[in-house]
C-alpha cells in the first residue's frame, strides 16, 4: 500500500468520534459489536495474510476498525459489504482515504457471491454479526470452490463446534459440513472488552481453509440433509433418525460397516460423507 494512502487513513479521526459523529450506536437487531481496538484488528488482518493479491471482502465493517486495519496491514483490494445505512458515510470517508484500495457494497452478505466481487483469490475476512454468522458460513461453504480462506470472528461456542471431534458435546451438523468443505484452525480468542458494546460471550477467531474440490462433496445439499436428520434427534440411533431419509437405514449402515445402533455423535467426518453419498439426492 503506498505511503499516501497509509497517512489518508492516519489523518481520519478516531473511531470513537467516527462512531459519535454518524450516530452508530451498536444496534442488538443487526448483530453488532464494534471493534475498536487497532492494535487487536491488525491482529486479525495479519492472520489473513497475505493481504496484497487477490480480493479481501470484509462483512459488516461497521465504522470501518478491521477495515482500517486491513488497509494498514497492505491489502491492496478490499470489498465492504454493509447493510447498515447508517455505517456508509463513514465508511465512504474512509473508502476516499484508501487510494482506491476499499470499494463498498450495500446489501445483504447473504445475497452475494463473494467469489464474485474482485480478482481471485477471495479471502473472505470478517468480525460476524452474531445473528447470521453461522447462515454466512454455510452460504460460503456452499461457495467454497471460489475461495481461497476465510478468516472469521464467531462466538467462542460457535468455534467450538467448528473444531469439535466425535464423541464430544459440541460435535454436531455444523462440525461435519465445515470440516468436510474445509482445514479448520482456531486462533485466538478475543474477551468482551474489546467490544463497544461488550457482548456476554467471549469470541474467538478461526481460519478455514477450503479443502480441493476433488476432496469434497459436488454438492453440500445431501450432507445437509443427512446431518439434519442424524443430528435433529441427537439421542436417536441413526437406525431410528435416517428412516425419513432411507426406506431401511439398517442395510445401508451395515453396509458402510456401521452400526445402527450407533449414535450421531459417535461418527466421523468421513463416515456422514460415505453415508452421504449413498443418498439418491441433489
Not at 491488525?42 to 492472520?47: E, G, K, N, S
Not at 469470541?203 to 454438492?219: C, D, E, H, I, N
Not at 445431501?222 to 437405514?249: I, N, V, W, Y
Request: hydrophobic fraction near 45%; aromatic fraction near 4%.
Amino acid at each position: 500500500m503506498s505511503r499516501s494512502a497509509a497517512d489518508g487513513i492516519a489523518d481520519l479521526p478516531p473511531l470513537r468520534e467516527t462512531i459519535a459523529a454518524h450516530g452508530l450506536d451498536a444496534r442488538k437487531r443487526l448483530g453488532q459489536h464494534f471493534l475498536l481496538d487497532l492494535n487487536l484488528t491488525r491482529r486479525i488482518a495479519r492472520a489473513a495474510a497475505p493481504l496484497d493479491t487477490g480480493t479481501i471482502v470484509e462483512v459488516g465493517p461497521g465504522p470501518g476498525g478491521l477495515t482500517r486495519a486491513l488497509l494498514l496491514e497492505g491489502a491492496t483490494h478490499v470489498v465492504a459489504i454493509e447493510v447498515d445505512v447508517r455505517a456508509v458515510g463513514a465508511l465512504r470517508e474512509l473508502q476516499a482515504a484508501s487510494n482506491g484500495c476499499l470499494d463498498l457494497v450495500e446489501g445483504d452478505a447473504l445475497a452475494v457471491d463473494p467469489a464474485s466481487l474482485g480478482a481471485p483469490p477471495c479471502r473472505i475476512v470478517a468480525n460476524l454479526p452474531y445473528n447470521v454468522s453461522t447462515a454466512l458460513l454455510i452460504r460460503w461453504l456452499h461457495a467454497a470452490n471460489g475461495i481461497a480462506d476465510m478468516v472469521l470472528m464467531f462466538q467462542k461456542e460457535v468455534v467450538d463446534r467448528l473444531v469439535a471431534q466425535p464423541r464430544t458435546k459440541d460435535y454436531g451438523r455444523l462440525s461435519v459440513l465445515t470440516q468436510h468443505v474445509c482445514e479448520v484452525r482456531r486462533l485466538f480468542e478475543v474477551a468482551p472488552s474489546a467490544f463497544v458494546p461488550p457482548p456476554k460471550v467471549v469470541s474467538a477467531v478461526v481460519r478455514l481453509t477450503p479443502r480441493p474440490a476433488s476432496q469434497r462433496l459436488v454438492g453440500l445439499g445431501r450432507l445437509e440433509k443427512l446431518t439434519a436428520a442424524a443430528f435433529g434427534q441427537r439421542r436417536k440411533m441413526l437406525r431410528g433418525s435416517l428412516q425419513g431419509l432411507f426406506r431401511d437405514p439398517v442395510p445401508v449402515l451395515e453396509g458402510l460397516g456401521l452400526s445402527p445402533t450407533a449414535r450421531a455423535e459417535e461418527l466421523s467426518v468421513d463416515n456422514f460423507v460415505q453415508l452421504a453419498r449413498t443418498l439418491d439426492l441433489p
